[in-house]
C-alpha cells in the first residue's frame, strides 16, 4: 500500500479506472457465460405420450424455443461488449450450439405437427385402405420417428437432444416424406370434392371425419 501511495498513480487515473472498468465488465461476462452454460446443460424437453399409443411427443416446446431465442439474444449482446475479447470465441462458440439446437427443433416441431395431422389417416381407417401406397409409405415414417422419440424421451435434455447426430439428419428426411404424404391426401380430398362439390364447402379436417365414417 506504501509503494502505491507513493506512486504517481492519480497521475493515472483515467488508465486505471479504464483498467478496473474493464476487469469488471469481463468479471460479468465469465459469470454470464457460467450462468448460460448451467442453465443449458440442465435444460430438458417435457414429453407425453400420444393418445393411446406408447409413442411420447415434444410437450409445452413453445417455453424452449422462447429460451433459447433469449439465451441467443443474450450472447449476442456480450459479443457486442467491447470487453468480451477473452472470450470470444467461447461465446460465439455457444451461440452457434444454440442456435443449431434452436434449429433443429424448429424442424423438430414440424415434422412432429404433420406426424400427428396424419397419424389417424393413414394408420388405419377407410382412408388408409383407399391410399395402400401412402398408408405403406407412412408407416415406414411412423416407425422411424418412433424410434427417434423414444430415444429422444430417454436423452430429455435440450442440447443434447437436438445435437444427437441421428436425429439432425433423420428430421428433415421425415418432413419430406411427411410432406409427400400430406399432398397425396390433399389430392385424394380434391378428387372427392369433384366427385361430391357440396364437400368444397367442408373444411379438410371435417372432410377427412366423414370420409373416415365411409359416409
Not at 452457434?96 to 389417424?120: C, F, G, I, Y
Not at 391426401?185 to 364437400?199: A, D, I, S, V, W
Request: hydrophobic fraction near 45%; proline fraction near 3%; charged fraction near 30%.
Amino acid at each position: 500500500l506504501a509503494n502505491v501511495l507513493a506512486s504517481d498513480i492519480v497521475e493515472h487515473k483515467e488508465e486505471v479506472e479504464e483498467i478496473c472498468d474493464g476487469a469488471d465488465k469481463q468479471l460479468a461476462i465469465e459469470r454470464k457465460m457460467i450462468d448460460l452454460r448451467e442453465t443449458w446443460a440442465t435444460a430438458t424437453f417435457e414429453f407425453a405420450m400420444w393418445k393411446n399409443r406408447d409413442i411420447p411427443v415434444l410437450k409445452a416446446f413453445g417455453y424452449v424455443i422462447e429460451e433459447l431465442e433469449e439465451a441467443q439474444l443474450q450472447l449476442q449482446t456480450l459479443l457486442s461488449i467491447r470487453h468480451v475479447a477473452p472470450f470470444r470465441e467461447d461465446v460465439t462458440k455457444f451461440l452457434t450450439e444454440l442456435s443449431d439446437t434452436a434449429d433443429t427443433l424448429e424442424m423438430w416441431v414440424k415434422v412432429q405437427m404433420l406426424w400427428t395431422s396424419l397419424e389417424s389417416v393413414f394408420l388405419g381407417g377407410d382412408i388408409a385402405k383407399q391410399m395402400p401406397i401412402e398408408a405403406k409409405k407412412f408407416a415406414k415414417i411412423n416407425k422411424d420417428w418412433e424410434k427417434l422419440m423414444i430415444r429422444a424421451s430417454e436423452t430429455k435434455f435440450v442440447v443434447q437432444c437436438c445435437g444427437n447426430e441421428l436425429l439432425r439428419t433423420t428430421l428433415p428426411v421425415l418432413y419430406s416424406e411427411l410432406e409427400k404424404c400430406q399432398k397425396s391426401l390433399e389430392g385424394y380430398l380434391e378428387q372427392k370434392r369433384g366427385k361430391f362439390p357440396r364437400f368444397y364447402f367442408v373444411s379438410n379436417p371435417v372432410l377427412l371425419v366423414i370420409l373416415s365414417q365411409g359416409s
